[in-house]
């Protein structure tokens, strides 16, 4: 798929992966290479494997990985610990960011900073420094020093807990952020904020796996890649104009390469 | 499912305070009968009228049965294979710390609590109880300048018989319940605190009680008398050795608060709580209770329960005076076998009376965790108020938890809230810290330090951070 030369080598690499929840398979074989300044798109109906690929590549507990390799730098992760992912630089901006009581967003963002840092032999911070850092981060996601005080997500609106997100991968700054439909339910204003948040975030050591259904996050952030995907398996793979072919004609369309397939 | 293989995996903290000192001391023999009592009070060199009140509890208890209400399920005690006296052997008469058994500082040492001149703490007066005896209480002359008396409360009886006989068991009558009977009957030491009129205690006062033997029960008594418009910050810490037997604690507490004085009275539990299968730890069943006896005085009861095998504790407040105010903060924590009952009484009786009560409940592995409260409004209480608010926090799916709020109201004017929740660490909730580079062990205790927080945020400054630690390495390797 990707025949040109690359002069760097992949940032992530999805071999022939499968996997399942509770015995039941959900992806059946996917394969996607991602190389440092490349913005892939996924696209794709309800429950065609899109989230559960992202989580997996998280190293989400729910799943078994019953075939295929993930590798992150050339290294296999396959049984990795979350947080020694997120540690080595994979960053995972969850679709529907979880509330946690009681716990403070700042304290949350600091240790979650902190444990990074220490993964790349970077000095910790302590609360003063980190607060002249968040501060400056902040900047990018246009948010409000208070949401720092509250617990994390906890009564945050939609579009709070999707700015928190950028927020933390602006934090971590990942090699490679899987932004999970980080465009749902956000209003055009807070679209072009977090678009803008994501721009500034990634660079040309950076890859980026944007899952969306829309074309008006592509619009303001223009993938190097569109894959569509459907019952665990990627179906197509194009360029740009691929995510505008499909806002054109529906998914529907893409059931006949299921066929040709 | 939390992911069970994790938590297996994970690196089991053993309990740190769980050595015995090797020591000789002087026990009497097992069992419990009126020549037994006459011997602990003779050994005290106590007044009369104390050894009275010993014999008069221990009739009252021997016709009494013991509860069985409360949630908890153990096996029969028997009360007649008890040691009740245990002491170290010392010289005589003790004039100094320079005389007191090595040993015995060596163990505080240990424990986190030096009694030396040189290395004990700066901003805490610290009075510690080994078995049945004190042991040594530092700071006595900077606090005598002030007025303020603290002591074991042997020493009291001797020195201060006067406020004994006035106080004891004013709040606590011996008959009360079937703990506090047997406490009344063979109360070996604890501790004695008294806080003259207009006086702020210069520094907080603290008390640490050690369990080293393995046969015999301790059985404090402790007394805090504030009077108008003194204030004072207490706080009780446990420790006991681990042994594969049960040992009996049965404690009783007094406060006794007059117009505008304040006693704010913290505990750190952590009594040895028995093994994973429940082979052995601390019977804890005290009784503890604060008497707001003057105008606009306030008692406030914080603890942290993390050990023993079984808890049963209700620090109440009894509301006389008016517009006082009574307050309960509590975390209890259970991991495997441990069974706690535990919450508070709120007796309204004085009018424009106030009470909070908040109390955090987690259990853990096979543990059973019970809120059992009683907020009372009685006819005089005219607008009185309370709040409530009862949090329980499940890990694992084999930990249970109970809340048994009893409101009984006899005052229409008067209004009371009650707030309840259950939640279970989810899955979703660590995987989400976890994707942020948090460590799992991390990632359940930020979990729960941020659910203890209201309570901790009430502890005094070095016990917040203590309990915030306690909680994270009981729960290591066990949250599953």
């Known amino acids: 798929m990707q025949s040109k030369m690359k002069e760097s080598d992949p940032i992530l690499e999805v071999e022939n992966l499968s996997a399942s929840t509770d015995n039941l398979p959900i992806l059946k074989g996917v394969s996607l290479t991602v190389y440092p300044g490349e913005i892939h798109a996924i696209m794709g109906r309800n429950g065609c494997g899109k989230s559960t690929l992202s989580k997996i590549i998280a190293g989400h507990p729910s799943y078994n990985i019953t075939n295929g390799d993930i590798k992150f730098l050339g290294e296999n992760i396959n049984s990795l610990e979350p947080e020694e992912r997120s540690q080595s630089g994979i960053f995972l901006g969850f679709q529907y960011p979880i509330e946690i009581p009681g716990v403070s967003n700042l304290e949350f963002l600091r240790v979650s900073t902190n444990a990074r840092r220490k993964f790349l032999n970077k000095e910790e911070l302590d609360t003063f420094d980190f607060e002249e850092l968040v501060k400056e981060k902040l900047e990018i996601v246009k948010m409000d020093h208070a949401f720092l005080t509250r617990s994390v997500n906890q009564g945050f609106s939609g579009g709070e807990k999707k700015r928190n997100e950028i927020l933390q991968m602006a934090l971590l700054e990942p090699k490679i952020a899987i932004l999970d439909e980080t465009d749902s339910g956000l209003d055009i204003d807070a679209l072009r904020i977090v678009a803008s948040g994501i721009k500034k975030i990634s660079n040309a050591q950076t890859g980026i796996i944007l899952i969306t259904h829309y074309q008006r996050l592509l619009d303001e952030i223009k993938p190097n890649y569109v894959h569509v995907m459907s019952d665990g398996q990627i179906i197509k793979t194009g360029e740009s104009d691929l995510a505008l072919e499909l806002e054109e004609k529906g998914y529907e369309w893409t059931d006949n390469f299921i066929k040709e397939t | ?411 229409a004017n008067s209004e009371i809230e009650h707030e309840a929740s259950t939640c279970r660490i989810s899955e979703d909730q660590l995987f989400y810290l976890q994707s942020r580079g948090i460590e799992f062990e991390e990632a359940v205790s930020m979990m729960v330090s941020g659910f203890c927080r209201d309570v901790f945020n009430q502890l005094p400054m070095e016990f917040a951070a203590e309990a915030d630690k306690l909680l994270a390495l009981k729960l290591e390797g066990s949250v599953g």
């Not at chain 2, 009252?60 to 052997?89: R, T």
């Not at chain 2, 853990?364 to 809120?371: L, Q, W």
Request: proline content about 3%; aromatic content about 10%; some cysteine.
């Open chain 2, 1 to 411: 499912m939390v992911n069970e293989n994790l938590v297996k995996d994970a690196v089991k903290e053993p309990y740190k305070y769980g050595f015995v000192t090797d020591i000789e001391t002087e026990k009497i023999e097992k069992g419990l009968n009126e020549d037994i009592i006459k011997l602990i009070s003779q050994k005290k060199e106590e007044p009369k009228f104390l050894l009275d009140f010993r014999l008069k509890a221990f009739k009252k208890w021997q016709k009494m049965k013991e509860p069985d209400w409360a949630a908890l399920g153990y096996k029969k005690i028997d009360y007649q294979d008890i040691i009740y006296y245990s002491a170290p052997k010392q010289k005589e008469k003790i004039s100094s710390l320079d005389e007191v058994d090595p040993k015995l500082l060596e163990t505080f040492d240990k424990l986190g609590i030096p009694l030396t001149e040189q290395k004990k703490l700066t901003n805490v007066a610290v009075d510690a109880v080994f078995d049945s005896v004190s042991i040594a209480t530092t700071f006595r002359e900077e606090l005598a300048e002030h007025g303020v008396i603290f002591c074991s409360i042997s020493e009291a009886v001797k020195n201060h018989a006067d406020l004994i006989e006035k106080y004891l068991g004013t709040v606590v009558p011996a008959s009360d319940n079937y703990f506090a009977a047997l406490n009344s009957a063979v109360f070996s030491d604890g501790s004695f605190v008294y806080i003259p009129k207009g006086v702020t205690c210069p520094m907080d006062l603290s008390s640490y009680f050690r369990i080293n033997s393995g046969d015999s029960g301790q059985f404090e008594r402790t007394l805090i008398i504030a009077e108008e418009s003194s204030s004072v910050s207490y706080l009780e810490g446990c420790t006991a050795p681990m042994f594969d037997t049960n040992t009996l604690h049965a404690a009783v507490v007094e406060l006794i608060a007059l117009d505008d004085a304040s006693i704010k009275y913290s505990t750190v539990q952590n009594w040895y709580a028995g093994d994973e299968e429940g082979i052995g730890g601390i019977f804890n069943f005290v009784t503890k209770r604060g008497k707001c006896l003057g105008k606009r005085s306030k008692i406030s009861w914080s603890q942290v329960e993390t050990g023993s095998a079984i808890t049963w504790k209700y620090p109440s407040c009894l509301l006389l005076g008016e517009e006082s105010v009574g307050e309960f903060y509590s975390v209890a924590l259970t991991n495997n076998l441990q069974q706690a009952d535990t919450g508070t009484k709120m007796i309204h009786i004085g009018p424009k009376t106030k009470s909070t009560i908040v109390s955090k409940g987690i259990s853990a592995g096979n543990s059973k965790n019970s809120y059992r409260g009683l907020v009372k409004m009685g006819t005089k209480a005219t607008g009185s108020r309370n709040y409530s608010q009862c949090d329980s926090m499940l890990i694992g799916d084999q930990a249970s938890a109970n809340t048994f709020p009893y409101i009984k109201s006899q005052q």
